[in-house]
């Protein structure tokens, strides 16, 4: 009843898609979760704004995602409005620092978009991005990063909207970026980044790009549904190599397993549900602390109820 009747009020301010207990198993990356009270597609930033104020003032729980690769939905589903920015996607050329290239992206273009466009234009700089299934806003929210470089290194201005739907525009040096997290309040929607990048070579740019997505593909479970990092990686070692040297490799708890292939990856072998997925977590984080005293942290945003 409640759901119904928030879809309808929605459904006057927005006018992309509204849905209404939508499993999000279908959306994940790695395959799991349960239903969403209310999924939302907005369509531009004004109704985005509209949106997000009418959610505050209701007082109902929401989350932006983007590419839902770094997300596992429990299997009882989200309790409230998950708002999707799929549709804002709008990527352009822009200016950047110093009056050298800059690219400008809504938060829901894809990374790889971003990659290619830069590389046509000879721009160098977002290489390391190659092969990084996430969104822009997901990846300035996890300050996504790979082979040395993260977001950080190459953001100029973050565009923000706060839960009652002011927009605030903020450059590089009022952020504050962590390992694999941007520093902003928990329902500040990301809308929009403008990244410095520098001049370069087209074939070297490219070359660079190729070299990248292959050494991941003969790294990562790419033919498995997952959630890339499970664990982020704490300073003694990499998560992958302490999972390994565990002897964890391989282990199934339901449909869900620690790849063979890379020991941070679990990946869904067909039928895994939420909880399989976090209890292989849990346990791989008992192990770790048990035999080495270190304590792993998710790398994975695990949101929602249980079932
Ligand atoms: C095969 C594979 C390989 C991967 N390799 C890497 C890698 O090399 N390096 C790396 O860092 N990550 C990697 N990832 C993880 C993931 O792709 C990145 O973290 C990515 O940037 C997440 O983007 P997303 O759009 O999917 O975010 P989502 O999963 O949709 O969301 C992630 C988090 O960001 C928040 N969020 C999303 N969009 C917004 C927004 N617009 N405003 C505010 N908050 C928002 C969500 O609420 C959530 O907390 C990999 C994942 C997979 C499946």
Redesign the pocket.
């Known amino acids: 009843m409640m759901n119904e009747e928030i879809c309808r009020d929605i459904r006057q301010m927005v006018s992309g898609k509204v849905l209404s207990g939508e499993r999000m198993s279908g959306y ?3 395959g799991v979760g349960g239903p969403a009270d209310v999924l939302v597609f907005p369509d531009g930033f004004e109704e985005l704004g509209r949106l997000v104020s009418f959610l505050t003032a209701r007082g109902t729980p929401f ?9 596992i939905v429990r299997d009882g589903g989200y309790r409230g409005v998950v708002v ?2 799929k549709n ?1 996607g709008a990527v352009s050329l822009r200016e950047g620092t110093a009056g050298g290239p800059g690219v400008y992206a809504q ?2 273009a ?2 790889s978009d971003l990659v290619s466009l830069s590389a046509e234009k000879g721009f160098a700089g977002l290489e ?2 190659a ?17 040395g470089s ?2 950080k290194d190459v953001i100029q201005s973050v565009t ?2 706060d839960r009652s739907g002011h927009v605030r525009e903020c450059d590089r040096d009022q952020l504050v970026f962590h390992y ?1 997290r941007l520093d ?1 309040p928990d329902e ?4 929009a980044a403008t990244f410095r990048l520098s001049p370069g070579q087209k074939d070297e740019i490219t070359a660079k790009i190729r070299e990248i997505v292959t050494k ?1 593909r003969g790294k ?3 033919e498995y ?5 499970i664990f982020k990686n704490p300073q003694e070692k990499p998560a992958g190599r302490i999972i390994e040297d565990l002897g964890l490799k391989g282990m199934q708890v339901g449909g869900a397993k620690i790849s063979e292939k890379h020991g941070n ?1 679990i990946i869904n072998t067909g039928t895994a549900q939420a909880k399989d997925v976090t209890m292989l977590i849990e346990i791989v984080q008992q192990a770790a602390y048990d035999r080495t005293g270190i304590r792993l942290e998710p ?3 695990i ?1 929602g109820e249980e079932a």
């Open positions: 994940t990356s790695i989350v932006t995602v983007g590419n839902w690769t770094n997300i999707s920015l804002l938060a829901g894809n990374l390391f991005c092969g990084i299934p996430g969104s822009v806003g997901g990846a300035v929210k996890m300050n996504a990063g790979a082979y993260e977001m923000l909207m694999r902003i500040d929607v990301i809308l991941r990562h479970p790419l549904k997952s959630a890339g990092s990856f790398e994975v945003v949101l």
